[in-house]
């Protein structure tokens, strides 16, 4: 499984998940995660359809990068880890 995140410095529920991810992606080293800038990634952004009106946006994709899953705001990390969990070996 990998995550997409997609940001913005600007984004002031971007600075809430930023250390909740870092403490996710300790705790859980197999997980691959690639962060994307809303303004700069214009290609990636378009191709998920991110809209800056509902960043932070966690994309979840399986083994063959289709999307299962896709979260909007400020996610609690105790959500998070478990999304995580029960989608671990899609």
């Not at 990068?65 to 880890?81: A, C, F, N, P, Y």
């Amino acid at each position: 499984m990998k995550v997409l995140k997609f940001g913005a410095v600007w984004c002031n529920g971007c600075l809430v998940m930023r250390p909740r991810w870092q403490e996710i992606e300790k705790e859980t080293p197999w997980l691959k995660t690639e962060y994307f800038d809303f303004d700069k990634d214009k290609e990636i952004i378009a191709k998920y359809g991110i809209d800056s009106g509902v960043l932070p946006v966690f994309v979840f994709l399986d083994k063959s990068e289709k999307e299962i899953l896709r979260l909007s705001g400020e996610v609690e990390k105790d959500e998070l880890l478990k999304v995580i969990a029960e989608n671990k070996d899609k």
